[in-house]
């Protein structure tokens, strides 16, 4: 008898302890930066709230947001002029720590080139197929206003033509053209790409990725 009840008593404890300790662990519940991607010089706005102490490390350092502790919850507007990173770190006694990461790309003053594509597999895309015309969306949210689109044109390695809506305007894009229809509208938004089937597809053969280039270039957003 003596020996169960020694072989018995450490299990429940060490159980125990392991349930208290789960409990315990640092947590990020929310961790955003808006947008993600900006000119040089652009806001951007971190809000963060999480379980436990935590504290911030900001590379290359920002002035707006120093390296240290932060509040549990709390928001901090940044102007980053170069590719950023954000680490949260958050700790708590007795538990296991966590750290969460944001990622902010800053684009030059030259024109770069962004590629949407939109996936026919992914409901978030509104995808379609039908009267011999395959669909979908493309959610370009992580934007500035200030990023702006200067010419649209095919994917290289796509040979389709397609129509595209954007920023209440409607243009087709051609296999070897390039369309400026578009210019100086802000890229983030929503793009709407629609192309034809071909001779030999069917809606279940087509290629699954809708995809279109865009070159765009900073330009701040006119004054109203």
Request: charged share 15%; aromatic share 4%; net charge neutral.
């Amino acid at each position: 008898m003596k020996r169960t009840l020694t072989a018995t008593t450490p299990a429940l404890m060490v159980g125990t302890v392991g349930v208290f300790l789960a409990g315990c662990n640092a947590q990020v519940r929310a961790f955003s930066a808006v947008p993600r991607h900006i000119c040089a010089g652009g806001r951007v706005d971190l809000e963060w709230s999480v379980v436990g102490s935590p504290r911030v490390t900001v590379v290359p350092p920002s002035p707006a947001l120093p390296d240290g502790p932060v509040p549990k919850a709390g928001h901090a507007t940044i102007a980053p002029t170069t590719k950023t990173r954000v680490q949260l770190h958050v700790t708590r006694s007795f538990g296991n720590p966590t750290t969460s990461v944001q990622e902010i790309e800053v684009a030059s003053g030259v024109a770069t080139k962004e590629t949407l594509a939109a996936s026919l597999g992914d409901p978030a895309a509104s995808p379609g197929c039908s009267g011999g015309k395959v669909w979908a969306s493309v959610h370009a949210r992580r934007f500035s206003s200030d990023v702006r689109v200067a010419t649209v044109a095919s994917h290289p390695t796509d040979e389709r033509s397609y129509e595209v809506e954007h920023a209440g305007i409607r243009a087709a894009v051609s296999p070897g053209t390039v369309v400026t229809a578009f210019a100086r509208s802000p890229l983030a938004g929503d793009w709407f790409l629609t192309a034809p089937l071909g001779p030999d597809e069917t809606c279940a053969t087509v290629p699954p990725i809708l995809v279109i280039d865009v070159v765009t270039e900073c330009r701040p957003e006119a004054p109203r």
